[in-house]
């Protein structure tokens, strides 16, 4: 089975903070992905990734960068976390074999006081 | 600006009953459209997808709907259980699967 998994369930920030968000996926799958979910909204994508060292600007990718450094592992960064920025975030990764088909994470609670 | 729009946005259902989610979409060039679906405290998880040269698919007791001309497509779910209940969300992807855009999601309660 694939695994996607993200370092924390939970976290809270104080505004201003920069915060770390990192995801890792078991199954080789060069392409991965980061998203927000908020209620009334669904998942919008803030970044994606297709090889080691690239990144793509997904719909709301302001307040937010990424890096990937090895296969397996994509992350998040909020450089100064805003209370906008309050959300769930799902990372996702998919194939190149099949573009399509994406996996998710369990998602991160992030709350910035 | 959504580009897909999902409704309703939640749904109650009595154990047995069919279940349908409808969405629409503008873009062309959506060339993929799948459902996932979401249980609490987990991530979305692919149901099942259609591409827009066939205009219904099924498996088991999920089918999708697909009316090309009208740019809108539709879940079913027949002899719905309690096990169903989740959140659904629609979603139409890019050529290339790069980009994907998400419905804002329908709250589905099985009533046992």
């Known amino acids: 089975d694939v695994k996607v998994t993200q370092s924390s369930r939970y976290l809270v920030k104080r505004t201003g903070e920069k915060v770390f968000l990192e995801c890792v996926q078991d199954m080789d799958h060069e392409n991965m992905f980061w998203y927000r979910q908020d209620p009334g909204l669904g998942l919008r994508l803030i970044y994606f990734?297709?090889?080691?060292?690239?990144?793509e600007k997904g719909d709301i990718p302001e307040g937010y960068s990424v890096s990937r450094e090895k296969k397996e592992r994509f992350s998040l960064i909020l450089e100064s976390a805003s209370t906008n920025q309050t959300s769930m975030y799902l990372c996702a990764s998919s194939s190149a074999g099949n573009n399509y088909e994406q996996y998710f994470g369990p998602g991160t609670r992030l709350t910035v006081t | 600006q959504q580009q897909v729009k999902q409704s309703p946005q939640s749904l109650i259902v009595q154990k047995g009953g069919i279940s349908i989610i409808n969405c629409a979409y503008e873009?062309?060039?959506?060339?993929?459209f799948p459902w996932y679906q979401q249980f609490p405290g987990k991530g979305p998880a692919l149901l099942i997808a259609i591409r827009p040269d066939v205009s219904e698919k099924k498996e088991g007791r999920f089918t999708i709907s697909f009316n090309k001309s009208a740019k809108q497509f539709s879940l079913h779910i027949m002899d719905s259980q309690p096990g169903d209940s989740a959140t659904y969300f629609c979603?139409?992807?890019?050529?290339?699967?790069?980009?994907?855009?998400f419905g804002a999601g329908t709250r589905l309660f099985v009533k046992a």
């Open positions: 979603a139409a992807s890019d050529t290339g699967g790069f980009k994907t855009i």
């Open positions: 990734s297709y090889d080691v060292k690239m990144k």
């Open positions: 873009n062309t060039a959506f060339d993929y």
